[in-house]
Structures are given as C-alpha cells and as structure tokens.
C-alpha cells in the first residue's frame, strides 16, 4: 500500500515562493508516475503538474512558467517548486501517485497541505 505525505504548505505574499514536497514509502517510487492536484473552496480538483516514472512533465496551462515538478527517486519524494504565487494559486494541494498513467490503475492520494496566498 503506497503512502503519501505532503508538507511545505503555507501562508505566503503574492509575488512569493513555496516549495512542497511529497514522501512516498510502501511501493517502489521509481515505477510511479507522480502528480500535484489542488482544490480550491467550492472548484473541482485539479491536475496542476505531472511527472512521469520516466521523467517526462506536464503543466497546467496556468501555471506553466512558474512551477517546476520534480522526484528525487533516490529520497522517494515529489517537489512542486510554486514562484510567483498569486492569490488564485490559493488552494490544498494534493500529492497522487499512479502506476502507467491514463491506463485506469489506482491512484493513491496524500493528505493535502494547505497553500494561502495573501494579497
């Protein structure tokens, strides 16, 4: 059973940096796709960042330029480096792990952490 535990969230200025990481432990990392999601009060989840076992990545229009996705496959951990924030990026962000991405496997999520971006 994969695990997954975020942390690095906050309360940050607008124009400000973050970075948040995810440590996954029960599987083994390296085989994982891993993403970032974020859920904002009454919006839908959504995929902000993906980085695949190969190491392709994938960004949400909105956030291209301005986050950065990585793994550290020998630490088991995901980094969402987030620059730039503005209060739109406002959100809990959740860290999610699937094996082959978009072949229907199971997804495993973290607890979330809470992103606050402040004017």
């Known amino acids: 059973q994969l695990q997954l535990v975020e942390s690095g969230g906050g309360l940050v200025q607008a124009g400000g940096s973050l970075r948040l990481s995810c440590a996954a432990s029960g599987s083994i990392f390296s085989s994982n796709d891993m993403a970032w999601y974020r859920q904002a009060p009454g919006k839908q989840r959504e995929l902000v960042a993906r980085?695949?076992?190969?190491?392709?990545?994938n960004y949400a229009d909105s956030v291209k330029g301005r986050f950065t996705i990585s793994r550290d496959n020998a630490k088991s951990t995901v980094y969402l480096q987030m620059n730039n924030l503005n209060v739109e990026n406002t959100a809990v962000y959740y860290c999610?792990?699937?094996?082959?991405w978009g072949s229907g496997g199971k997804f495993y999520w973290g607890q979330g952490t809470q992103v606050t971006v402040s004017s």
């Open positions: 980085i695949l076992s190969g190491g392709r990545t």
């Open positions: 999610a792990a699937t094996r082959g």
